[in-house]
């Protein structure tokens, strides 16, 4: 059974910070490369970051790049999203995903080719 399930969500004030949690199952992590994605009141799904399977090569959005942290632990099957410095513009249902397909080097940005999904974690900051 594939599972990805989100933790560490909550309300912050603007300037504080958050760190997401995902836990995923063996069968889920393993050769996966993993990303954060979010999708704010009235908006799309939107890339957040993502962490490659080998290497742990890293990718941001703009918008959260030198704010934001992503990371995996390989033994423990979990990766983590260190938000810091968060705006309220960063408002959202956060989503972390596995893309068993796309290399085993490089992660994607392109929700698309990302096979699992967890439930989403709700993220409110305010101002």
């Known amino acids: 059974q594939v599972q990805l399930v989100e933790s560490g969500g909550g309300l912050v004030q603007a300037g504080g910070s958050l760190r997401l949690s995902c836990a995923a199952s063996r069968r889920t992590f393993s050769r996966c490369a993993m990303g954060w994605f979010r999708q704010g009141p009235g908006k799309e799904r939107e890339f957040v970051a993502a962490i490659s399977w080998i290497g742990g090569r890293t990718y941001y959005a703009d918008s959260v790049k030198g704010r934001f942290t992503i990371s995996r632990d390989n033994t423990k099957n979990t990766v983590d999203l260190q938000m810091n410095s968060l705006k309220p513009e960063d408002t959202a249902v956060y989503y972390c995903?596995?893309?068993?397909?796309?290399?085993?080097?490089?992660?994607?940005?392109?929700?698309?080719?990302?096979?699992?999904w967890g439930q989403g974690t709700q993220v409110t900051v305010s101002s």
């Open positions: 995903a596995a893309d068993p397909n796309y290399s085993d080097y490089f992660a994607s940005d392109n929700p698309l080719v990302y096979d699992y």
